[in-house]
């Protein structure tokens, strides 16, 4: 591919990833459509003053300019083919164009690999591509670098990294790249300079995240489990913050600020489901920072999703909605289909969490919906990353509504069923049972699953544990007021206790972000019920009000569960403060359309003896 035709392909993927047509950039960059249509089809060249104009308008970060060769010509080329321009207007009588205002900060060009112009050629395609979030054509291009690389080893380990980036399928793992990230590791093994150094952390960092995204031992490398995965983060943490300190001149202490973003990115992925949410959001205020100072586009997205992320885990829910204002400028700025897609995901969770269930709902089952099918059906995009987003977010919305038996009865609900190597699908499928009167097949479920699981004492401390925990506390919760199974609960109810109360402060995330389920220690509270203490319930519900005080969808829950749980301590004028809260729950839950909460407040309002 020549350098002409490498910017009309870029050019043309970028637009596209915009959402601009050919006439509506044409018209921003002040241009003749004909004119950039040939730009884009490869049949003329790009002049200097064009690619600017396109670069500021589709916010590439330098990434066009990075495709012109360099020379005088290409201003004079272009001043030409301007003025041919200007005069076509002239001539129909339209006047002159007016210019473009300049941009305010403009961003520095892509800076080389250092490892040959073909091979920059195949990571600027890959890059390219993975903006547009088609994900297997990038990896393509990663791999034709690597290829192209031939020989040279921190060429090879730089391709690698590059491919590391890309969305897999959650809860599996990549074999092929840990294939080729283990390969460049022995060759890099012992070498201690800067480079050979950046590359070893991040190949590093990568592989811990890679092993980590495993689910249980059938998904899980051979003598590398998650937990192996979460023991390399910490090393390379361990050895970044080492170098850090050494003096300067000493060999590998000059880790650049790119290399301490991408180990500091995969490796509180990597940490995830091992340590408490508090401990990452350190690391990702850390990320943030540096992302800012290395002026990495790719990293300060990154940075903002990882931090809304876990300021939201750890209760700082108006922090996490600053951070996700300034998340939705840059993916307004750099309009990246990727960055689009987290941005809906993440307001729509933050619209269900809200109870503003009509917002979540378009975004879910309108452009959700359509993006996930258009991506994955032209095998853009890792068949599950997307879809199990969708579906999660669907969930959560119709068991808000009280409409989980239209899930239940679609075809969608197998998706649901046959995620089963998702602890947290497995708990969902119990819960959605449950929801729709199938009792006994919910205790089925969950006599499976706690067999599977050592009586769920095989959870990690955190992570992926604490959605499925709170999801099992309300499946238990459910069978315990509807079955004669209490004497069964009883063995299922101290593990997840303990798990849901190392985090009491924390709120219950899903996915990687799907859903916020609500205060962990809400959930605490449910299984204190269920295990027949009342008294504790009550403390745990007063810790799960600070998180959600600002919110009458999360109030509404803990009103009503306060409300059971009063009526159970017998204390005098229990159940006329049980009855109070009830109604207060009723009106914001008929308010709100939570249907099933509704009835569930009715049913303690007219029970003659409460529940």
């Given at each position: 591919?020549?350098?002409?035709?490498?910017?009309?392909?870029?050019?043309?993927?970028?637009?596209?990833?915009?959402?601009?047509?050919?006439?509506?950039?044409?018209?921003?960059?002040?241009?003749?459509?004909?004119?950039?249509?040939?730009?884009?089809?490869?049949?003329?060249?790009?002049?200097?003053?064009?690619?600017?104009?396109?670069?500021?308008?589709?916010?590439?970060?330098?990434?066009?300019?990075?495709?012109?060769?360099?020379?005088?010509?290409?201003?004079?080329?272009?001043?030409?083919?301007?003025?041919?321009?200007?005069?076509?207007?002239?001539?129909?009588?339209?006047?002159?164009?007016?210019?473009?205002?300049?941009?305010?900060?403009?961003?520095?060009?892509?800076?080389?690999?250092?490892?040959?112009?073909?091979?920059?050629?195949?990571?600027?395609?890959?890059?390219?591509?993975?903006?547009?979030?088609?994900?297997?054509?990038?990896?393509?291009?990663?791999?034709?670098?690597?290829?192209?690389?031939?020989?040279?080893?921190?060429?090879?380990?730089?391709?690698?990294?590059?491919?590391?980036?890309?969305?897999?399928?959650?809860?599996?793992?990549?074999?092929?790249?840990?294939?080729?990230?283990?390969?460049?590791?022995?060759?890099?093994?012992?070498?201690?300079?800067?480079?050979?150094?950046?590359?070893?952390?991040?190949?590093?960092?990568?592989?811990?995240?890679?092993?980590?995204?495993?689910?249980?031992?059938?998904?899980?490398?051979?003598?590398?489990?998650?937990?192996?995965?979460?023991?390399?983060?910490?090393?390379?943490?361990?050895?970044?913050?080492?170098?850090?300190?050494?003096?300067?001149?000493?060999?590998?202490?000059?880790?650049?600020?790119?290399?301490?973003?991408?180990?500091?990115?995969?490796?509180?992925?990597?940490?995830?489901?091992?340590?408490?949410?508090?401990?990452?959001?350190?690391?990702?205020?850390e990320l943030r920072d540096l992302a800012v100072r290395s002026r990495s586009a790719y990293f300060q997205g990154e940075a903002l999703v990882a931090l809304a992320i876990d300021q939201l885990r750890t209760g700082r829910v108006p922090a996490a909605e600053a951070t996700l204002s300034r998340h939705r400028e840059y993916a307004a700025r750099h309009r990246s289909r990727l960055a689009h897609w987290q941005q809906g995901t993440l307001d729509a969770l933050m619209s269900l969490w809200r109870g503003e269930f009509a917002a979540a709902e378009g975004w879910i089952l309108g452009e959700a919906g359509k993006v996930a099918a258009a991506m994955e059906s032209g095998l853009a995009m890792p068949a599950d990353t997307l879809s199990q987003t969708v579906l999660g977010q669907e969930f959560w919305l119709r068991y808000e509504q009280g409409r989980l038996a239209e899930l239940f009865a679609s075809p969608r609900m197998a998706g649901v069923q046959r995620r089963?190597?998702?602890?947290?699908?497995?708990?969902?499928?119990?819960?959605?049972?449950?929801?729709?009167?199938?009792?006994?097949?919910?205790?089925?479920?969950?006599?499976?699953?706690?067999?599977?699981?050592?009586?769920?004492?095989?959870?990690?401390?955190?992570?992926?544990?604490?959605?499925?925990?709170?999801?099992?506390?309300?499946?238990?919760?459910?069978?315990?007021?509807?079955?004669?199974?209490?004497?069964?609960?009883?063995?299922?109810?101290?593990?997840?206790?303990?798990?849901?109360?190392?985090?009491?402060?924390?709120?219950?995330?899903?996915?990687?972000?799907?859903?916020?389920?609500?205060?962990?220690?809400?959930?605490?509270?449910?299984?204190?019920?269920?295990?027949?203490?009342?008294?504790?319930?009550?403390?745990?519900?007063?810790?799960?009000?600070?998180?959600?005080?600002?919110?009458?969808?999360?109030?509404?829950?803990?009103?009503?569960?306060?409300?059971?749980?009063?009526?159970?301590?017998?204390?005098?004028?229990?159940?006329?403060?049980?009855?109070?809260?009830?109604?207060?729950?009723?009106?914001?839950?008929?308010?709100?359309?939570?249907?099933?909460?509704?009835?569930?407040?009715?049913?303690?309002?007219?029970?003659?003896?409460?529940?």
């Open positions: 591919m020549t350098p002409q035709e490498e910017f009309a392909e870029a050019l043309r993927v970028r637009r596209e990833a915009a959402d601009l047509s050919l006439a509506e950039l044409a018209r921003r960059v002040h241009y003749s459509k004909s004119y950039l249509s040939r730009v884009e089809n490869g049949l003329r060249p790009p002049g200097r003053l064009l690619a600017e104009r396109c670069d500021a308008a589709l916010r590439a970060d330098g990434a066009l300019l990075a495709l012109l060769p360099p020379g005088p010509e290409q201003h004079e080329h272009d001043r030409r083919d301007e003025g041919r321009d200007e005069a076509a207007r002239s001539r129909s009588g339209r006047g002159p164009r007016r210019r473009p205002d300049p941009d305010p900060l403009p961003a520095p060009a892509a800076r080389p690999s250092g490892y040959g112009a073909g091979f920059d050629q195949h990571v600027r395609r890959g890059d390219t591509r993975h903006l547009l979030g088609e994900m297997y054509e990038a990896d393509r291009h990663y791999q034709a670098a690597y290829a192209a690389a031939g020989g040279d080893e921190l060429a090879r380990a730089y391709a690698v990294v590059r491919s590391a980036r890309r969305w897999s399928d959650p809860g599996q793992v990549d074999r092929d790249l840990l294939f080729r990230i283990d390969a460049c590791l022995a060759a890099l093994a012992g070498r201690e300079d800067t480079r050979a150094v950046e590359l070893r952390l991040q190949l590093t960092a990568h592989r811990a995240k890679k092993l980590a995204m495993s689910i249980g031992d059938d998904t899980a490398v051979t003598g590398a489990e998650p937990r192996t995965g979460a023991r390399l983060a910490r090393q390379a943490l361990a050895e970044l913050r080492e170098r850090g300190r050494r003096p300067p001149g000493t060999p590998g202490d000059d880790v650049g600020d790119e290399a301490r973003c991408e180990v500091l990115t995969e490796t509180r992925w990597a940490l995830y489901d091992f340590e408490p949410a508090r401990s990452l959001l350190a690391l990702s205020t089963g190597y998702f602890p947290v699908w497995r708990a969902g499928l119990a819960l959605a049972l449950c929801e729709t009167g199938r009792h006994e097949q919910a205790a089925d479920q969950l006599r499976a699953f706690a067999a599977d699981a050592d009586g769920f004492t095989r959870f990690p401390p955190s992570g992926w544990a604490l959605p499925t925990a709170a999801t099992l506390a309300l499946v238990c919760a459910a069978l315990a007021e509807r079955t004669d199974r209490r004497t069964e609960l009883s063995a299922y109810v101290p593990p997840l206790r303990a798990l849901l109360d190392a985090h009491g402060d924390e709120l219950v995330l899903a996915g990687w972000p799907t859903v916020l389920l609500g205060p962990a220690a809400r959930f605490s509270a449910v299984l204190a019920l269920v295990a027949g203490e009342p008294e504790t319930a009550l403390g745990h519900l007063a810790r799960a009000v600070r998180p959600a005080q600002r919110y009458p969808a999360q109030m509404a829950r803990l009103r009503l569960d306060e409300a059971r749980a009063r009526l159970r301590t017998g204390s005098p004028g229990g159940r006329a403060t049980a009855q109070a809260l009830a109604r207060t729950a009723l009106g914001t839950a008929e308010e709100l359309g939570m249907a099933a909460l509704a009835r569930d407040c009715r049913e303690l309002l007219t029970s003659p003896a409460g529940r």
